[in-house]
């Protein structure tokens, strides 16, 4: 069972353009929701991450909006940059005690053309 | 740098062979989850050890196990492997989990079964 869906699955974007990248989850105990990017041959590296209790997170040119009540979230990366090409992942957990495994999204594979 | 440290980074065998990969957590981390990276499957979790103990079991394979040892280093040990063992295992830690701080992932290990 897929319990976190991302969309799209690839995404080109033009440099100094939006870069937006979406996830809905279908749990609602989960309480946060962090973002993921990976380049090639390296480890997911933490973004930026956003907990229920607000409904947007900015940091720099990243923002988190957050939209509970349809169990959605999405990354907006503003004045996209050819180095910000990467694998982004979203990802949910419940902060409870044994509970703080992460769930990913399956990935959205992001290229910025000059 | 994330400050976890994984070893060996690549690692090619055979089937029916038994490997053991090593994570040192960042310094302070108390707790360490381990996660499978594959095309078909993503990232999915694997286990989760707090302070040397078993805390959470995600979709581990009963050919799979790991420990955590006093100095808080992990092992992961994957035992008669197939070919769809294939993939990169990454470990991960953070500080504790009743505080509910993020998860910072190493560089990985790549196998390879042939």
């Known amino acids: 069972q897929q319990q976190v869906k991302q969309s799209p699955q690839s995404l080109i974007v033009q440099k100094g353009g939006i870069s937006i990248i979406n996830c809905a989850y279908e749990n609602t105990a989960f309480d946060y929701f962090p973002w993921y990017q990976q380049f090639p041959g390296k480890g997911p590296a933490l973004l930026i991450a956003?907990?229920?209790?607000?409904s947007e997170k900015k940091e720099g040119r990243f923002t988190i909006s957050f939209n509970k009540s349809a169990k959605q979230f999405s990354l907006h990366i503003m004045d996209s940059q050819p180095g910000d090409s990467a694998t982004y992942f979203c990802?949910?957990?419940?902060?409870?005690?044994?509970?703080?495994?992460?769930?990913f999204g399956t990935g959205t594979r992001l290229t910025i053309i000059p | 740098d994330s400050g976890v440290t994984q070893t060996p980074k690549h690692l090619i065998t055979a089937t029916g062979q038994r490997v053991t990969l090593r994570c040192s957590p960042r310094?302070?981390?108390?707790?360490v989850y381990w996660y499978q990276q594959s095309l078909d499957q993503g990232l999915q979790f694997l286990i989760q050890?707090?302070?040397?103990?078993?805390?959470a079991k995600g979709n581990i394979l009963e050919r799979f196990s790991a420990q955590q040892f006093p100095d808080l280093h992990s092992e992961l040990n994957l035992s008669s492997l197939e070919l769809g063992d294939s993939a990169l295992y990454f470990c991960a830690s953070s500080v504790d989990p009743m505080g509910f701080t993020e998860q910072y992932f190493g560089p990985g290990t790549r196998l390879t079964v042939t």
């Open positions: 050890y707090y302070n040397g103990e078993e805390r």
């Open positions: 956003i907990r229920p209790d607000v």
């Open positions: 990802a949910a957990s419940k902060r409870s005690f044994g509970n703080e495994k992460l769930t």
């Open positions: 310094s302070g981390d108390l707790s």
